[in-house]
């Protein structure tokens, strides 16, 4: 299930509604409090209803560019194409109607199937991230123990497998703490692992 922050000035029960079916909803009347939830990281969904005088663009166009969070604007009257197609190269979902219920159940339920696609890609990229700061880690450590303590390029792996399995730690967790050593200690032998 996710979170969507919905911000409007007037009573949106058909909206609350329908995101219900895709998560909680918080409804918040204010743009800072919708805001501070979206730069936290509180929210996986931002619905930003047009205010009766036209105004939201903007603000809808700032929640995607602060946030990870799929942004939808709601028009409360006809939108410009020029406003729309502003909106849309600014990352921001436009829903053409609210009238249609189907049509907006269809159009949440899409967005809901996009995030869960949006949401694995972010947690794979989390991972090939942590990978490649451990490789990194590990190749500047096995640099450090050639250079420093004279090791060929294999002594110094096997050096930092034999560490971490011996101590229970991770290659990277080994690799930081020679790293740490030596910045610590300048030139020294001396290494914690």
Same mark, same amino acid.
């Given at each position: ?10 009573? $949106? /029960? ?5 995101? *219900? ?9 204010? /743009?800072?409090e919708?805001?501070g ?14 205010h %009766?005088?036209?105004r939201g663009? /903007? ?9 990870d ?9 006809a ?9 849309? +190269?600014?990352g921001?979902c436009?829903?053409?109607?609210? %009238?249609?219920?189907a ?5 949440? *339920?899409?967005?809901?199937?996009? $995030?869960?696609?949006? *949401? ?8 090939? $991230? +942590? ?7 590990v ?7 050639? %250079? ?5 390029e294999?002594?110094?792996? +096997?050096f930092? %497998?034999k560490?971490?399995m ?13 790293? +740490?050593?030596?910045? $610590? ?6 290494i914690?692992?």
């Amino acid at each position: 299930m996710y979170t969507t922050v919905l911000v409007s000035e007037a009573n $949106r /029960e058909r909206l609350n509604r329908l995101l *219900g079916k895709v998560g909680t909803v918080l409804t918040l009347s204010s /743009e800072e409090e919708c805001l501070g939830v979206l730069t936290r990281g509180g929210a996986d969904f931002a619905v930003v209803v047009q205010h %009766e005088d036209g105004r939201g663009v /903007e603000f809808a166009l700032k929640c995607a560019a602060l946030s990870d969070a799929t942004v939808v604007f709601v028009p409360v009257c006809a939108l410009p194409k020029a406003l729309s197609d502003k909106l849309v +190269r600014g990352g921001v979902c436009v829903l053409a109607s609210v %009238e249609d219920e189907a049509a907006c159940e269809t159009f949440f *339920g899409q967005l809901a199937a996009v $995030r869960a696609v949006y *949401g694995a890609l972010m947690r794979e990229n989390a991972g090939l $991230r +942590r990978k490649v700061l451990e490789a990194q880690a590990v190749g500047r450590a096995k640099c450090l123990l050639v %250079e420093r303590r004279k090791m060929t390029e294999q002594a110094a792996h +096997r050096f930092i %497998e034999k560490t971490a399995m011996d101590n229970r730690l991770t290659r990277y967790a080994v690799a930081k703490d020679i790293i +740490r050593g030596y910045e $610590r200690k300048g030139t020294s032998d001396n290494i914690g692992a």
